[in-house]
């Protein structure tokens, strides 16, 4: 370890300790004395004026308003058509400046930047809530944060994004708020990206400013990544007490040396956690040493290591301590606070900016305990001490604790007062924050219980303590966009995690459903019959009759008896293909399903009759629905027929083409009948047994045409980038059979951009569906997401 490097860090966290303590020390004195109390008084009577309304028509008005707030979409609707959205925005986007990024609100240049951002984000939120689209047409959704990337240059980047969050995604353990881990995680990309767009000089070329997001999002990524595997990870109880020391003693040694040092030997249910967080956290430590300079890489170690530290500290107090100092209490989290965010400038590399830092360094306790506030209640449960948590247990034996409801205040003056120079727009932004933080605890955990925790918060000076509660209860116009936004996201991730959960339960059940009835009864003993058998029962993933049932069953609301026969029929279409697809005058495949393909266990020709044997039994499959109108029945077995030829001419293509260099369109064409086509089948012949408009059949189909290619790209990838044991077929023959596949024709690269393109023109066609379940979005992820 390097000790020059160890006392410059140790050094740089006495200094923050002694600036902390100053601080603590002007805002201690304004309590005692509540010095604060007068100024603020004269503020809020001011800022009031602005935000307390005298209407003709007291009722409906406001509580039509109040229930907007629960729907993202609603909400900016409701704001756009009232006139609101454009001052809402702009207190929201200037709140961001001052908090992120430590601007001076009183710069007109600053105003400039608000302004610009606000009029953008304001056409983009009217335009895309203006219609009846749902959620993925927002820039909040995969689709959305991937146009954003073709936009700027940046799909690689997006595509490496979107595949690192799924990896943390499934790597967070039980026992951690995997919401929360994985909406940080976000908040921080989006705080890095933000602060990067900030700093972007305007007349950057296109190029260079791809290059610098590009930087930007996998710099944010780095260092947010620590929020779920560090800080997270030490506060919750996945780790014993001994793996959390080792694990802490890990981090610190990082950061004073600059080099991860390894994992060493670790035992136990953590073991494969541990490896991977590890892996993880070393690429990103890499990727950040790599991206300071010379001149900057020791002040940004030493920077994370005041940060990290000061989290310990705070880390490894106990609520069963009843001899914290004042101190002890807010020092700490003074200096977690403020640091965190001045991380980020130095991460990118920022121009040194006292004015800015000092900003940010007082900012940063204001942020902290409006947190602290709102969490009070999980953090008592959870016995982590906090201002508020110790000051609830502690503040009728101990007269000497200073209130945290009082310092907050006091900060909020000195902010106002001496930070912004009694700025009127930074007073607005502060005390809308404020306000806003109390009303929202309010709703959440009820009048009775926001007035029981007011009592024990109560400032000794009545009336401030009055004037803030009629604040409270009647002032409008003081919510933020970010808030909205956090709602919306955390919303947005628990339905997702709950639909991926039901989704993955429901396809186990009728997957299980399916095999069930797929057997053939042997009547009397033939090769075939047990060739056709051993081909269905390999562990094929049914997909085609999952999603047949689907239509079927949840959206249409046909009998799951009625369609079995059709569900019977798809996977017989579907396995007769896969069987010919293997046979030595095709592909030659030695694997299928994770066994031996058909010819191979039994012979040429047997695999050629039963292809030819699955294929007619699916005709008797079909013409099995005796539950529907005989018109449909037979359009359906049309439909059927032709859909088979057209997988034979597209395998046909396929043959054809070998050797030969195809063109996009030529692949896409063949790919749609190769294999589109087959998953076309299972949207469209349930729609033809329910009768479905044919606006609707349209859509399906274009869904079909995008998902059926995003689905064969990801095949092609992962005949390059799979493993045998995972997808359950030989890897590599795409090459060995000189196929042409999306990866040949385009590259690795390339091909992931064609699917990516190919997912956000399935996810827009969806858009035009009015369905009642999320499960083709769910299918369609599979498609791209999936290891096999």
């Known amino acids: 370890m390097d000790d020059g490097f160890k006392k410059n860090a140790e050094i740089r966290y006495k200094l923050a300790e002694k600036k902390a303590a100053q601080y603590f020390q002007t805002l201690y004195r304004d309590v005692k004395e509540e010095n604060y109390i007068s100024a603020l008084k004269k503020d809020i009577h001011s800022w009031k004026q602005q935000h307390i309304y005298h209407s003709l028509f007291p009722f409906g008005t406001k509580a039509k308003r109040e229930t907007h707030t629960d729907d993202y979409d609603s909400y900016i609707k409701w704001l756009n058509y009232t006139g609101k959205l454009e001052k809402y925005l702009d207190r929201s986007i200037s709140y961001i400046f001052m908090r992120d990024i430590g601007k001076d609100l009183t710069s007109m240049d600053t105003q400039t930047r608000i302004q610009n951002v606000v009029t953008h984000l304001k056409d983009q939120l009217i335009q895309t809530t203006s219609n009846d689209k749902n959620e993925e047409s927002t820039l909040f959704s995969i689709t959305g944060l991937y146009r954003w990337g073709q936009k700027e240059g940046i799909e690689s980047t997006i595509i490496w994004l979107i595949d690192k969050l799924k990896n943390v995604s499934r790597n967070i353990p039980e026992g951690m708020d995997a919401t929360h881990s994985r909406r940080k995680l976000l908040k921080i990309i989006a705080g890095v990206v933000i602060n990067e767009m900030e700093e972007l000089e305007k007349n950057l070329s296109g190029d260079d400013r791809s290059k610098k997001l590009d930087t930007a999002i996998r710099l944010g990524y780095a260092y947010g990544l620590t929020y779920p595997f560090i800080d997270d990870l030490l506060d919750a109880t996945v780790l014993s007490s001994v793996e959390k020391k080792k694990y802490s003693n890990l981090i610190r040694t990082t950061l004073l040396t600059e080099s991860v040092p390894p994992l060493g030997e670790w035992k136990g249910k953590n073991k494969e956690l541990l490896e991977f967080i590890h892996s993880e956290l070393t690429e990103a430590f890499q990727y950040i040493k790599n991206k300071q300079s010379k001149e900057t890489v020791h002040s940004f170690f030493e920077q994370s290591f005041v940060f990290f530290h000061s989290q310990e500290v705070d880390r490894e107090k106990n609520l069963s301590n009843e001899t914290y100092t004042n101190e002890d209490l807010y020092i700490p989290i003074m200096i977690k606070s403020s640091s965190s965010r001045l991380i980020v400038r130095s991460l990118l590399r920022a121009p040194k900016d006292k004015d800015l830092d000092n900003r940010v360094f007082y900012y940063g306790i204001y942020n902290q305990l409006a947190d602290d506030f709102a969490d009070m209640f999980s953090d008592m449960e959870e016995g982590a001490v906090t201002p508020y948590t110790y000051y609830l247990k502690y503040h009728k034996q101990r007269n000497d604790l200073v209130n945290p409801f009082a310092l907050y205040w006091a900060v909020i003056s000195y902010l106002i007062h001496n930070v912004y120079r009694s700025d009127s727009k930074a007073m607005e932004i502060i005390l809308d924050r404020a306000i806003n933080g109390l009303k929202r605890f309010k709703k959440r955990v009820g009048s009775k219980v926001y007035e029981e925790v ?38 947005n991730l628990k339905n997702e995690q709950k639909e991926q959960e ?210 064969q790209i990801k095949d092609d990838l992962l005949d390059v980038e799979g493993t045998k044991d995972l997808i359950g077929k030989s890897i590599g023959k795409d090459a060995e059979n000189n196929h042409s596949t999306f990866v040949s024709i385009l590259g690795v690269e390339a091909a992931k951009k064609e699917m990516w393109e190919h997912y956000c023109l399935a996810m827009e066609a969806l858009q035009e569906i009015q369905l009642k379940s999320t499960f083709l979005k769910q299918i369609l992820n599979y498609f791209v997401q999936r290891d096999r």
């Open 454 to 491: 007011m009592e024990i918060f109560a400032i000794s000076h009545s009336s401030f303590t009055q004037l803030i509660q009629k604040m409270v209860r009647k002032a409008d116009d003081v919510d933020f966009f970010d808030k909205l936004l956090r709602d919306h996201m955390v919303t």
């Open 502 to 711: 039901d989704f993955s339960e429901l396809i186990d059940d009728v997957r299980t459903k399916i095999n069930e009835h797929l057997h053939i009864k042997v009547i009397d003993s033939s090769p075939i019959t047990d060739a056709a058998n051993y081909s269905l029962n390999g562990d094929g993933k049914r997909l085609r009759p999952i999603v047949a049932w689907m239509m079927g069953v949840k959206e249409y609301g046909l009998t799951e008896k009625a369609i079995f026969p059709l569900l019977k029929s798809i996977e017989y279409m579907h396995t007769a293909s896969l069987i010919y697809d293997d046979l030595p005058s095709q592909d030659n495949a030695n694997f299928r399903r994770g066994q031996p393909t058909v010819h191979q266990s039994y012979n040429t020709a047997v695999a050629e009759l039963t292809g030819l044997f699955l294929t007619q039994r699916a005709v008797v499959e079909q013409a099995s629905l005796t539950h529907f109108d005989t018109k449909r029945v037979l359009k359906l077995i049309q439909y059927s027929a032709e859909s088979t030829m057209d997988m034979c001419k597209g395998q046909v293509m396929d043959l054809e083409s070998r050797g030969k260099s195809l063109s996009l369109e030529q692949l896409n064409q063949l790919c749609f009948l190769k294999t589109g086509k087959g998953f076309e089948a299972a949207l469209i012949m349930p729609s033809i047994l329910a009768n479905v408009d044919e606006n609707q059949i349209e859509a399906l189909k274009r869904f079909a045409y995008h998902g059926g290619i995003a689905f």
